[in-house]
């Protein structure tokens, strides 16, 4: 099935053609409108027998669709290690809530506390459930490849610092990424304070309805347990990133061919 975001031209069989605006992964809800109304009509993806412009029906959950893009993220990350930028680090950690995870990839020195943010570079899994995309310029069910091409043309500078070898840390991803793709995804939860450091790395499902990880314990990231030691603790600051303001070339040849 062809993936679905707001933009997408759609059929109804008694409202004929329309555009949605809203889509809610999760409950297969949607809103769309059709023709010059100015108001959307909500439809339910599970019984209003909505299909694409071209007639292919929208079929909701006939695979548990995923609530967020953590696992997709692994993958490209991994694939742009395998390239040689294996200073490119994913972190994700949870909302206050408990119910979504924010992630965000950075480059460079590899400082988990110190993250440099650019834009389109982070997002929330709250997002992604109405808009499937990671926000610089890719389209919703883009493969790892076309990801890592599309980034590359949004933000060549930033991807460009990535280039280097962190060997520790590479394959420590590489073994996560084995364990865990495609259902599930890590998180790191320093940003909860007062809470005690977990023995082993945390697991998420990134779709409904799987069952509980039951694969072998994984490790930190190398290095990550010394932030949060005894004497880490003792010096503890915000942990929020330092936002770095770079200037971003308009133009640039793509730093890889995959």
């Known amino acids: 099935m062809k993936p679905i975001a707001p933009g997408t031209i759609i059929f109804h069989r008694h409202r004929g053609y329309g555009v949605l605006t809203a889509v809610n992964l999760l409950t297969g809800w949607v809103a769309a409108r059709f023709g010059d109304e100015s108001r959307t009509l909500d439809l339910n ?12 029906p929208i079929l909701f959950r006939r695979a548990p669709p995923e ?28 909302k206050p809530s408990g119910l979504h995870w924010r ?15 650019r834009e389109g570079w982070y997002g929330s899994g709250a997002d992604y459930n109405f808009n499937p995309v990671m926000g610089w310029g890719d389209a919703p069910g883009a493969s790892t490849t076309e990801l890592i091409h599309v980034l ?18 590479t394959n420590w991803f590489a073994a996560v990424c084995d364990a865990l793709l495609p259902d599930y995804a890590y998180s790191l939860g320093a940003d909860q304070n007062g809470l005690a450091l977990p023995q082993h790395l945390p697991v998420i499902a990134v779709r409904q309805r799987l069952a509980a990880y039951a694969g072998p314990d994984l490790p930190w990231p190398p290095g990550w ?5 005894p004497d880490a603790l003792s010096h503890a600051h915000d942990p929020r990133s330092v936002v770095r303001h770079d200037v971003i070339p308009t133009s640039m040849r793509l730093p890889f061919d995959l």
């Open 45 to 56: 993806l599970s019984t209003d027998d909505v299909q694409h412009a071209d007639g292919e």
């Open 103 to 117: 992630w965000q990839l950075f480059t460079g020195p590899r400082h988990w506390m110190q993250r440099p943010w």
């Open 152 to 169: 590359a043309q949004f933000d060549p500078a930033g991807l460009a610092q990535a280039l280097g070898r962190d060997e520790d840390h």
């Open 225 to 229: 347990k010394h932030l949060w030691g």
């Open 67 to 94: 609530r967020m893009p953590h696992a997709r993220l692994m993958a490209m990350v991994r694939e742009l290690h395998r390239a040689g930028y294996q200073r490119l680090y994913l972190y994700s950690w949870p």
